[in-house]
């Protein structure tokens, strides 16, 4: 005879809520828009100003960023190029968790390479994964370098640093392209905004 106290041992799938029923609680679609872009290109404040505009229209979003992640669930890792893939794949992970959960999750995330990013799409899937591009010019970024990183990369402090001593790949086909050369912060998130209601059931301005 069976001992029914085994019953909690093993999970019950069948039994777990299914993205769906979270999806209808929140009254959104769960997503991942991963913007990538070279350090200085304004993919956190971006960021940042999305996370208000769409809690302030009733969404629940998620910022995944280096402040939260750097100094969390990523505490142990260093710079080495093993340490940033894996830092990134974590990235993703989380992401993904989020996201089946009916969250809108913004990652802001150099993720320099073609290959760093299609890790996130194979973790992540295709279909939540939609890659954001901010399209600086290194020479604005430079500009901006309100840390200093730029300034200490090219005096040799800081080694393999993207755009200085490593390359960074551009996307080619981005599901959006933000050119923030000419434009605000606000407009940049506006834009990243009306593309992300897009996708939306309904939107909750109405």
Known sequence: MSDPGKRHIYPIFGDILGRAEK????EQKGGVFWLTGLSGSGKSTI?????????????FVKLLDGDNIRFG???????????????????????????QTGIIVLSSFISPTKAIREMAVKIIGQEDFHEIF????????E??????????ARAGL???FTGIHQPFESPEKPALALKTAD?????????????????QPDSKDN
């Open 23 to 26: 999806e209808d609680l929140l």
């Open 47 to 59: 960021a940042a100003a999305v996370e208000r505009q769409l809690h302030q229209r009733g969404y």
């Open 73 to 99: 669930i990523n505490a142990d890792l260093g710079f080495s190029p093993e340490d940033r893939v894996e830092n990134i794949r974590r990235v993703a992970e989380v992401a993904k968790l989020f996201a």
């Open 134 to 141: 901010v399209d600086t010019p290194l020479e604005i970024c």
């Open 143 to 152: 500009q901006r370098d309100v840390k200093g990183l730029y300034q200490k």
């Open 158 to 160: 800081i080694p393999d």
């Open 183 to 199: 434009k605000t912060v606000d407009e940049s998130a506006e834009e990243l905004v009306r593309y992300i209601l897009s996708l």
